[in-house]
């Protein structure tokens, strides 16, 4: 019996150390100049620093600090990532059910609110994705968790992390002063395939993550039966720059990637068509 224990016990930890040491630096106990090492951040030397290093851990010596900062008598959001530059993320060999980790929130006005978002990769392209929008303030370390839902088969083989401390409406903005710790990430178990495969009943368009981008973002959707589908991109204008999808598509939960890179700064839009669906979202290019 003592025997099976112990071999239980081993193979917990043995899982646990796997599923957290996939995410790069996970409990942010290293930094350099001032920057979580494998993660980026979006910190101008001497204009905005919005993520710092915090002795207010979890567990272990320090957490990741983000903090809606005033540049310029204007509020300047705190954003956070982890593989979303190279479009591959950074190396995963499961297919993970969730993301989870610990954090405070002090939001000051009850339009803040905290992001958190994962995206699954298999060679370059969004496989799957998650995100939850905390708006409720937590004094203490509470715990999230981010259910990640598939829109295929394949088993990932990268993955992107992100936070965003901002305006629940426009991640471009928020209250100066607000602020958020995280600590201690990790992935929740290898979920099944067939429990993952999505059947959506309904048309939707979901928010892009992340948001804003730079120079890259993703944008899922739902499809409840075949149907023509168009996804195209906009400017604050209204003029048409970018078609991402024209053509017939089966039932199911779809990703598509949009390439940023030739574009300039600013808001844009994105709709899709389906049958008499129509919906539009608002995304923010931010380089």
Known sequence: MYKILQSSIFMFFISFFAYSQEIPNANFET?????????????????ATTVTQSTDA??????????????????????????????????????????????????????????????????GNGIGAGTIIITAAASGYTQFTVPIEYGSEDTPDGASIYFVVADSADEATGTIGTFAIIDDLSFGGPTAVEEEIQSPETFALHQNYPNPFNPSTTISYDIPATSYVELKVYNAIGSEIMTLVNKEQSQGRYTVKMDGTSLSSGIYFYTMKAGSFKQTGKMILQK
């Open 58 to 123: 979890h567990s272990g010596s320090s957490s990741a600090k983000l903090e809606v900062i005033s540049v310029g008598g204007s509020p300047f959001p705190a954003y956070m990532h982890a593989g979303i530059a190279n479009l591959t993320g950074f190396p995963v060999t499961q297919r993970y059910g969730s993301l989870s980790g610990f954090y405070k929130f002090s939001p000051l006005s009850v339009n803040d609110a905290l992001y958190a978002a994962v995206i699954m990769y298999n060679s």
């Open 31 to 47: 930094w350099t100049n001032g920057s979580p090492d494998e993660w980026t951040v979006f910190n101008i030397p001497t204009v």
